[in-house]
């Protein structure tokens, strides 16, 4: 029996338009028009990334966390909110 695999996530490319996640056997893209925290980050910010949980992921250089769900179906987390209305 061969060990236990402990390659989780991995960042496989980094581009001028996002990156690319391998996580288990899925690839996901983060593009920075969707992800915008990401664009003025180095390579070594992007690709030190932890996977505290099956569906969240964290990089801790940023402090930014995301659930996985978020990158495979971005239009289901907007990053715009609606202002609340001041109370009277």
Same mark, same amino acid.
């Given at each position: $029996?061969?060990?236990?695999?402990?390659? @989780?996530?991995? +960042? /496989?490319?980094? /581009?001028?338009q996002g990156f690319w !996640?391998? !996580? %288990?056997? @899925? @690839?996901? =893209?983060? *593009?920075? *028009?969707?992800?915008? &925290? =990401?664009?003025?980050?180095?390579?070594?910010? #992007?690709?030190?990334?932890?996977?505290?949980?099956?569906?969240?992921?964290? &990089?801790? $250089?940023?402090? #930014? %966390?995301? *659930? +996985?769900? /978020? #990158?495979?179906?971005? *239009? !289901?987390?907007? !990053? #715009? /909110?609606?202002?609340?209305?001041?109370?009277?």
């Amino acid at each position: $029996m061969l060990g236990i695999s402990t390659l @989780e996530i991995e +960042v /496989s490319l980094v /581009s001028s338009q996002g990156f690319w !996640l391998l !996580l %288990d056997n @899925e @690839e996901l =893209f983060v *593009a920075y *028009a969707e992800f915008p &925290w =990401f664009k003025q980050a180095t390579v070594d910010q #992007i690709t030190t990334i932890e996977r505290p949980s099956f569906n969240h992921l964290y &990089w801790p $250089m940023l402090d #930014i %966390d995301l *659930a +996985v769900e /978020s #990158i495979r179906n971005p *239009a !289901l987390f907007p !990053l #715009i /909110s609606k202002p609340n209305p001041l109370p009277r």
